[in-house]
């Protein structure tokens, strides 16, 4: 079916970001419009074919955009051909053989689709309605493609309610064998138990696993404070380079539990975990005066969409500020942002105001990104979502 743009939305499309938002197209004939997670071709209002998508009215991506030729059809052949570049990508980085993104939505021309692959299972998640509803099909390409015994469909509730997607669609399908309850990968040198079914289901952060090495060289013989730490990455990674100590803290007591058996898996004995709410932690250990060699802030997005970026911005300087605190004279601090939406100069300089708030100054020594299998594309900012800065606070 035929879409149209509004005249004055054509400039902005013209670099190729693959998202055509709400209000870029003209309203449609009411009797005649595309179904949800259908095929649009969309034109410009001089009638010219610009580019073709799948659309969804109950999302504020009204469209997303997968091939700007015409004459290409969304069809098996062509999401094939899609899906395997993305996979060459990753064999000739040299990750196809480890835990890898194999796929990362925009940044690999396909809007709504990851799929992280660990050992013979691979774990899609659609995070657009269209690609939901091509689960199936995306799941047999990704088999014949990779060879791999197993793909789990999944889906988080916040993007089943962005998309308007069907309750039933929602739950967690595995196509081909069953999947074992927990499983041990290999990520960075790092083991992780990881489980990758059922109410226990825990995400898995491929994107920070150089991240967690390049700081792990920084603090060799430090003590190191992990704040937000997951399964404990940042931690396992510290004290494999030679950290003097580490202490691993999180809201979740589940995560906690993961960071013992990691710690475990991996043979290190000098991390300890505390449960808490990181803000609080910060604030005590400010307060008592507690420093550390190192410390990691690696919280979870704190905004959705474009309207809460103040917001976000606010948390971060807070968040840091505290952060600053707590290092030592001369010591690291790596800090990090997952929100797609805080642009890596903003995050420059709230890092920036935070510390001069603390009193300290800062030498920022990388600024790092995601891992490169989840490449960012030049023409969809939102891709360089991971902002991760090692820095000196002197
Ligand atoms: N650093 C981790 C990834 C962090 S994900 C890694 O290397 O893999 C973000 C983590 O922050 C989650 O484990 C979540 O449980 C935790 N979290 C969220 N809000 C928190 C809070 N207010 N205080 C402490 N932990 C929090």
């Known amino acids: 079916m035929r879409v149209t743009l509004k005249p004055n939305k054509l400039r902005a499309l013209l670099g190729g970001h693959p998202w055509i938002l709400d209000g870029s197209l003209e309203l449609l004939d009411k009797s005649n419009t595309p ?32 091939t700007w030729n015409e004459s290409e059809s969304l069809d098996d052949a062509f999401w ?18 480890q835990a890898t993104r194999l796929i990362n939505s925009e940044g690999d021309a396909l809007s709504g689709l990851i799929v992280d692959k660990y050992e013979d299972v691979l774990v899609m998640q659609a995070t657009s309605l269209g690609i ?64 990758l079914l059922g109410g226990q289901k825990t995400g898995f952060y491929l994107d920070q696993r150089e991240n967690r090495l390049a700081a792990a060289e920084l603090f060799k013989g430090k003590t190191v404070l992990d704040m937000f730490c997951y399964h404990g990455g940042f931690s396992i990674a510290a004290s494999q380079a030679g950290a003097v100590s580490c202490l691993a803290c999180d809201s979740s007591a589940k995560a906690l539990e993961q960071v013992k058996k990691n710690a475990q898996l991996n043979a290190v004995d000098n ?12 604030e005590r250990f400010k307060s008592e005066g507690r420093t550390f060699g190192g410390v990691v802030l690696d919280p979870p997005k704190f905004a959705q969409g474009k309207r809460s970026v103040q917001e976000a911005l606010r948390g971060y300087h807070y968040l840091n500020k505290l952060g600053i605190s707590c290092v030592a004279p001369g010591g690291f601090l790596v800090t990090c942002s997952c929100t797609g939406s805080v642009r890596r100069e903003d995050f420059f300089d709230m890092l ?22 989840h490449p960012v594309l030049d023409s969809c900012p939102e891709t360089d979502y991971l902002k991760c800065f090692l820095c000196r606070v002197i």
């Open 35 to 66: 179904q949800d997670g259908s095929v649009v071709d969309v034109y410009s209002d001089k009638g010219r074919f610009f580019a073709r998508g799948l659309y969804n009215s109950h999302s504020k991506i009204r469209v997303r955009l997968y």
């Open 80 to 97: 094939t051909k899609r899906i395997s570049t993305a996979i060459d990508l990753r064999k000739e980085l040299g990750y196809f053989s």
């Open 132 to 195: 939901l509803l091509r689960a199936e099909q995306f799941a047999q390409i990704l088999q014949n493609l990779t060879g791999a015994k197993t793909v789990i469909a999944t889906t988080e509730p916040a993007m089943a309610r962005r998309e308007g997607a069907p309750e039933e669609l929602t739950a967690d399908r595995v196509f081909g064998a069953p999947v074992p309850e927990t499983m041990v990968i290999q990520s960075g040198g790092i083991k992780y138990e990881i489980q």
């Open 271 to 282: 991390v300890e975990t505390l449960q808490g709410d990181s803000f609080q932690i910060l």
């Open 352 to 373: 920036h105001g935070a510390a001069s708030q603390a009193g300290r100054r800062i030498q920022i020594l990388q600024q790092r990104g995601a891992a490169p299998d």
